[in-house]
Nanobody, 123 residues
Framework: QVQLVESGGGLVQAGGSLRLSCAASGRTFSNYAMGWFRQAPGKERKFVAA????????YYAEFVAGRFTISRDNAKNTVYLQMDSLKPEDTAVYYC????????????????WGQGTQVTVSS
């Protein structure tokens, strides 16, 4: 089992930045590639970004367009999502998740999920 706890969400104005964190515990964190997803009200959960086990490779959804950066610190068992130039359409609950596959944008390939953190971007 891997337990994941997200933090860092909040309310920010358009054009602003937020840094999300996801702390992992349980099984060896470095055995898993990690991903971030988001889900807006009434919509399906959507892939945002993923990072490989060693942090040597990253993979982003097209709509990220260079605004978001995923990173991880295996010594701290933590994965991050730096979000810059935020837009109102980025408003959603953001989830981190762990997977044995990389790269993967499919929710079905992620074995463990956090509870999510709300990000709200005002216009």
């Amino acid at each position: 089992q891997v337990q994941l706890v997200e933090s860092g969400g909040g309310l920010v104005q358009a054009g602003g930045s937020l840094r999300l964190s996801c702390a992992a515990s349980g099984r060896t964190f470095s055995n898993y590639a990690m991903g971030w997803f988001r889900q807006a009200p009434g919509k399906e959960r959507k892939f945002v970004a993923a990072i490989s086990w060693s942090a040597g490779s990253t993979y982003y959804a097209e709509f990220v367009a260079g605004r978001f950066t995923i990173s991880r610190d295996n010594a701290k068992n933590t994965v991050y999502l730096q979000m810059d130039s935020l837009k109102p359409e980025d408003t959603a609950v953001y989830y981190c998740a762990a997977t044995p596959y990389f790269p993967s944008s499919r929710t079905s390939e992620y074995d463990y999920w956090g509870q999510g953190t709300q990000v709200t971007v005002s216009s």
